[in-house]
C-alpha cells in the first residue's frame, strides 16, 4: 500500500460449540477458521509518511486536519537523540520550524534549536509540526526526526478514502480463493498436524482435516408491488422497477432548493446544475413524486477566510428556513467532507438534506443514467415519508401473513460514536449511539426509527431501552401525532400490539444470559405500563461479524464472486448452529465482491413459539424492505435502518462536539441528556419520516 502502510495475511480462528455432525440435542467443538489481510504501519520517517498527502511548503487548514487524522495516536521514536526515545503523535501544529521559542533568556527558532542542542540541520524547516502530549504538557517535533515504529496496526481513522478502497478490493477475495487461504493457514500453523499440536494431542483431541459439509436450502423471494403492477424478483434477488411503475406512496415536496459546495475545486456551472436539477423533477414526476422545479441553483460561493468547510451552507440552511424551503440538495467535490454537520444542520432548521458527490453529478450530464436518477428520487421519496413499493407475499410456497395490524417488528443497532480529541486538550470519551427502527406508522411495511446516547461502557447492554421502548410506544400506539407533538390517550383509544419481533445486534455470546435476566424485563416493564398486556415477545439476536463462512462445496473459479458465492435466499439451521439456542444463518443478500459473510441469528425469547421456517421467511422478506435499492439487503430492512440511525447519531455527536469546542468553554461538556434533547428526532417535525434514508 501507499503511504508507508503494508498488508499483511493472516488467520481469525476461534472456538465454537455447535450441533455438529450428529444433529439436533448434540454438542460438538469446531474450530472457526478464515483469512484475513491486516493493514501495518511500515518503518519510516514521518516526513516522509507527510509528503504524498501534504504540501509541507504551504500547508492549508485542510490538508494539516487530514494528515493529523491519519497520524493521530502513531508511535515513533526520536532519531536525533543519542538514546531512541518513543513519542505517540497528538496532533499537527499549526506552527513550522520558523516559530520562535525561548531558550535560555535568548530568542531562537525551532529550527536553531535543534541545531545547537543536537547540530542538526532541518531539511524541512517549513514543514508543519508535531505534537506530542508528554508529562502533562504539548511537545513540538519537526516530523524529519521522527521515525514511525512498524507492525502498527492500522486504525479506521488512519486510512484515507484511497486507501480504503485499496483495501476493500485487496480483502474482497472470491471463495475459491478464500477456501484455498484459509487451508494453506490451517498448515502453516500445523493444525492438522498432531506433533505440532502437542497440547490437543495429549488431550486427546484432533482436528478434522476437511471443512465441514452441510445442506442449505432456499427461501423463495417475495414479489415487489408498485402503485399499479406486481413485479417477480430474478434469481439473484434483485428487481428492475422499470418506467411505468410509480412508487406506492409518493411524497411531496412544496419548495426546494439545489445548491453545489465546491471550493473552486470543479468545472460546474450553474447552468449544467440547473440542468441536472431539471432532470431529477422529470424523474421525481415519472415516478409519481410531487416535485415542483427548484426555486434556487446555484453554485455557492468560496467560504470567507478561516471559516470551515460547511459555513456557507450552514448559513444558505439558516436563511432558507424562513423562505418556506423543505428540502436543499447538495452537490459536493470528493475532497469536501461535510456531510456530519450537513445533518447537524438539518436537525436545527428542519430541513431535509440529501447530499450526492460533483462526480455523480459529472458522469450524469455526461452520458446520462437512468439508474443513477432512480436511486436519488428513490431516496428523496422515503425522506418525504413515501413509500416506494410493498412486498406482495401471495406467491410463497406457503402464503402467511407476516404483517398483521397488531405485530409490531423492531430493529435495534449499536454504534460507538468516534472520541474527539480537541487541539491541546484530552481525548472526550464519547457515548455509545443506540439506534432503532419500527413499523411505528399505519403502514405495516413502513419502518421509521431514531437514536439515543448512553455510556460508551454499557456498550452491550441497552440501559436507555426503557426510553427507547416508550418512544416507540408513543408513536405506535397514536399518542404522537404527525407533527410528532405528544398528547396523552385514553387505552380504549390506544392501538397497542399483541407481537413484538425484535432484531437486535451488537450484542456478544458472552451477554446472552444477562440481557435476558436485565434488558427483556425492562421491554416487558414499558409494554405493561403503556397497558399493553400479555404481548408474546420474540427477540432475536443478528451477528454478522462471526467468521464462520459459508460456501459452495462446488466453485467455478472463471466465474465472478456473485456466481462462486452461494445465493441470496440461502438458509441453514442445522449442524453449524448452537446447540443450546434456535438459530439459523440466512445469506439474503447478494455477494458483489469478494465472500459471503452469512448473518447468524440466534432467538433469545419466542413467546409465540414460531416454528423456524416462519422466522426464516419473515426474516429474508424484510430484507427486501429496504426501500433505496433494488436488491435484498444483508440483514432485515428493521434492524438495516436502525444501524443507520446508529451510525447517523454517532457522526451528529461529533458534529456537535467539534461546534461546541469551537465555540465555547471546554470546561463546560455537553452531557448525554442535552444530546439526546438536541439531537434526537423522535419528537420532531422530522420524526414522522425516515429522514436517514
Not at 18 to 40: H, Q, T, W, Y
Not at 538 to 561: F, G, Q, S
Request: aromatic fraction near 6%; include cysteine.
Amino acid at each position: 500500500m501507499k503511504e508507508g502502510k503494508v498488508l499483511i495475511p493472516g488467520m481469525h480462528k476461534s472456538i465454537k460449540l455447535v450441533e455438529g455432525p450428529r444433529g439436533r440435542n448434540n454438542a460438538s467443538v469446531a474450530i472457526a477458521v478464515d483469512s484475513l489481510k491486516v493493514a501495518f504501519h511500515e518503518k519510516q520517517r514521518l516526513i516522509d509518511k507527510a509528503l504524498p498527502i501534504i504540501n509541507i511548503n504551504n500547508t492549508t487548514l485542510a490538508d494539516s486536519d487530514l494528515f493529523a487524522q491519519q497520524i493521530r495516536r502513531l508511535g515513533c521514536f526520536t532519531i536525533h537523540t543519542k538514546k531512541p526515545r518513543r513519542v505517540e503523535i497528538h496532533g499537527v501544529a499549526r506552527e513550522n520550524a520558523s516559530k520562535k521559542i525561548e531558550v535560555e533568556g535568548r530568542i531562537i527558532s525551532i529550527a536553531e534549536y535543534f541545531k545547537l542542542k543536537y547540530n542538526v540541520d532541518l531539511k524541512y524547516p517549513q514543514a508543519p509540526l508535531v505534537t506530542s502530549r508528554e508529562r502533562g504538557q504539548i511537545n513540538l517535533y519537526p516530523m524529519e526526526l521522527l521515525m514511525v515504529i512498524p507492525m502498527q496496526r492500522v486504525t479506521i481513522p488512519q486510512t484515507t478514502g484511497a486507501q480504503s478502497m485499496s483495501t476493500t478490493r485487496e480483502c474482497a477475495v472470491g471463495p475459491a480463493e478464500r477456501q484455498k487461504a484459509i487451508m494453506d493457514q490451517c498448515r502453516i500453523h500445523g493444525l492438522f498436524d498432531p506433533e505440532q499440536q502437542q497440547l490437543m494431542n495429549a488431550a486427546g483431541l484432533s482436528v478434522v482435516k476437511g471443512p465441514l459439509q452441510l445442506k442449505g436450502r432456499n427461501i423463495k423471494p417475495p414479489s415487489i408491488k408498485y402503485q399499479s403492477n406486481i413485479l417477480d424478483t430474478s434469481p439473484d434477488g434483485t428487481w428492475r422497477p422499470g418506467y411505468a411503475n410509480r412508487f406506492l406512496e409518493a411524497g411531496k415536496c412544496t419548495q426546494w432548493s439545489m445548491f453545489a459546495v465546491l471550493e473552486g475545486r470543479g468545472n460546474l456551472t450553474n447552468e449544467e446544475l440547473k440542468k441536472f436539477a431539471d432532470a431529477m423533477v422529470t424523474k421525481a414526476r415519472e415516478r409519481g413524486l410531487v416535485l415542483p422545479p427548484a426555486t434556487a441553483v446555484a453554485v455557492l460561493p468560496a467560504r470567507p477566510d478561516k471559516k470551515p468547510l460547511d459555513f456557507v451552507p450552514r448559513m444558505m440552511m439558516r436563511e432558507t428556513m424562513y423562505k418556506g424551503c423543505t428540502f436543499m440538495m447538495f452537490v459536493t467535490h470528493d475532497s469536501i467532507a461535510i456531510h456530519k454537520h450537513l445533518k447537524l444542520e438539518e436537525r436545527y432548521s428542519g430541513i431535509i438534506t440529501q447530499e450526492i458527490r460533483l462526480k455523480t453529478v459529472m458522469n450524469f450530464l455526461e452520458k446520462p443514467q437512468p439508474q443513477t436518477m432512480d436511486n436519488i428520487v428513490a431516496k428523496l421519496n422515503v425522506k418525504l415519508g413515501g413509500i416506494n413499493y410493498g412486498l406482495s407475499l401471495n406467491k410463497l410456497e406457503t402464503p402467511v401473513d407476516f404483517f398483521p395490524s397488531d405485530r409490531l417488528i423492531m430493529g435495534l443497532g449499536v454504534a460507538p460514536a468516534p472520541p474527539l480529541i480537541p487541539n491541546g486538550g484530552t481525548q472526550i470519551a464519547p457515548p455509545c449511539v443506540v439506534g432503532y427502527a419500527a413499523n411505528m406508522t399505519k403502514s405495516a411495511t413502513d419502518f421509521i426509527g431514531d437514536f439515543l446516547y448512553q455510556d460508551c461502557a454499557k456498550e452491550d447492554l441497552l440501559n436507555c431501552m426503557m426510553e427507547v421502548m416508550q418512544c416507540i410506544i408513543d408513536r405506535y400506539s397514536g399518542c404522537v401525532d404527525e407533527m410528532s407533538k405528544r398528547h396523552t390517550l385514553d387505552v380504549r383509544n390506544k392501538r397497542l400490539p399483541k407481537e413484538i419481533i425484535i432484531y437486535r445486534s451488537g450484542i456478544s455470546e458472552i451477554h446472552y444470559a444477562r440481557c435476558m435476566r436485565e434488558e427483556i424485563p425492562l421491554i416487558r416493564a414499558v409494554l405493561k405500563e403503556n397497558q399493553a398486556l400479555n404481548v408474546k415477545l420474540t427477540y432475536v439476536v443478528v451477528h454478522k461479524d462471526h467468521n464462520m463462512r459459508l460456501m459452495p462445496k462446488n466453485i467455478d473459479t472463471k466465474e465472478k464472486a456473485t456466481k462462486q458465492n452461494i445465493g441470496a435466499g440461502v438458509v441453514v439451521d442445522e449442524m453449524i448452529t448452537h446447540p443450546n439456542y434456535k438459530e439459523f444463518f440466512l445469506n439474503s443478500h447478494i455477494t458483489l465482491q469478494g465472500s459471503a459473510r452469512t448473518p447468524r441469528y440466534t432467538v433469545l425469547v419466542d413467546d409465540s413459539d414460531f416454528k423456524m421456517d416462519h422466522l426464516e421467511m419473515l426474516s429474508n422478506t424484510l430484507s427486501y424492505n429496504f426501500q433505496i435499492v433494488n436488491s435484498p439487503v444483508s440483514v432485515p430492512a428493521p434492524l438495516y435502518i436502525a444501524n443507520r440511525y446508529a451510525e447517523r447519531g454517532a457522526y451528529m455527536h461529533t458534529a456537535k462536539m467539534s461546534d461546541e469546542l469551537a465555540t465555547s468553554n471546554q470546561k463546560q461538556r455537553i452531557t448525554l441528556g442535552d444530546c439526546n434533547e438536541l439531537l434526537a428526532y423522535t419528537y420532531t417535525r422530522l420524526g414522522g419520516a425516515r429522514i436517514n434514508a
